[in-house]
């Protein structure tokens, strides 16, 4: 993976980790544990995180460009 890539990856990771934090949940690594990996989530809180992620991927088309294929390639 190319330092591009790994950049690309560690963003997405953050922003993946702040938004599941806003929906209470702890980590979105597997724990292999029912009562660790599901979780009840008011799909008020779904539904805004959704769209904060929709409105951060048109920015980042917008500011990235031509760059945004390593934010692709990263997931």
Sequence with gaps: MT???NNAKARLD??????AAEMGIE???TRNRDCLDFHEVHVAALK???QRAFVL???AAE???KNLQ???DAL
């Design 3 to 5: 330092t591009k890539t």
């Design 63 to 65: 500011t990235e460009g």
């Design 14 to 19: 953050d922003l993946a980790g702040r938004l």
């Design 27 to 29: 980590t979105l690594e």
């Design 70 to 72: 390593k934010y692709i």
């Design 57 to 59: 991927g048109m920015q």
């Design 48 to 50: 805004r995180v959704i």
